[in-house]
């Protein structure tokens, strides 16, 4: 998670994540593929123009899940059930219904995707730790811990390519996917373990207890903007609701 200088950036992590997640469950209750065809395309209009997505930032993201959406409508198309017979042949039977349902399915995946997206590309992970902790009351000792976990997986992402460049040096050849998980995972495990005792350490060290009355370098608070987000995003899904 790393945030951008766009308009979405600027708002309340806190809030943003709950009025993404409300527009999801709501996409989750939709049966139409019209309507859920444009409330994902609403989230694509709202990336582009408040959160500061540009064409080349939009083809390497969605160009991987192209191929999930067409596997998930063929097989939702291809093998299900209906009356109204569109294509035939063997045992693939497409209908009208079956073609409908796999293409509202497909559909709402591409919406989590781009819902999850929008709140991911425009958020800075310091301020939506802060935010969980003064919005959410979150307790600091889960909050702090959280934000640890987070900071280790680039670390452990640089360890592995490490640890990969040096057994390619020493002639190591990966034969058994299981053995070489094995050979990786055991090394960053024992790792990652050495450095959560480190900052651990460091951090009672410095007087961190967990408690909730404590001073904070960063606070989050809600504003004005984050209630005209949940409020506009609402109002233009239950427009596309009520027109489709």
Not at 153 to 161: D, K, R, T
Not at 228 to 242: E, F, K, N, Q, S
Request: hydrophobic letters at 50%.
């Amino acid at each position: 998670m790393k945030s951008n200088q766009s308009l979405l950036s600027t708002l309340n992590p806190s809030a943003k994540l709950f009025s993404n997640l409300l527009v999801m469950c709501i996409l989750m209750a939709v049966t139409n593929p019209k309507a859920t065809f444009l409330i994902w395309l609403l989230a694509l209009l709202i990336g582009i123009f408040l959160g500061g997505w540009t064409l080349a930032y939009l083809l390497k993201r969605f160009f991987p899940y192209l191929m999930f959406f067409i596997l998930v409508f063929w097989m939702m198309a291809a093998f299900g059930k209906g009356e109204e017979t569109l294509w035939q042949w063997a045992w693939f039977h497409v209908t009208k219904e079956s073609a409908s349902h796999g293409l509202t399915i497909a559909l709402r995946m591409l919406g989590f995707v781009t819902y999850g997206l929008l709140f991911t590309s425009t958020t800075d992970l310091t301020r939506f730790i802060m935010s969980l902790i003064h919005q959410c009351r979150m307790p600091p000792k889960w909050a702090y811990g959280l934000l640890a976990g987070f900071r280790f997986i680039p670390l452990f992402q640089s360890e592995l390519a490490q640890m990969k460049a040096a057994h390619k040096i020493r002639g190591y050849k990966q034969k058994n996917s299981w053995k070489a998980f094995i050979r990786y995972a055991l090394p960053l495990f024992s790792q990652g373990i050495r450095k959560s005792e480190r900052i651990a350490v460091a951090m009672e060290a410095r007087g961190f207890t967990g408690t909730k009355n404590r001073t904070y370098y960063q606070t989050t608070r809600l504003y004005a903007k984050d209630a005209v987000y949940l409020a506009g995003l609402l109002l233009a899904v239950a427009v596309i609701l009520r027109i489709t």
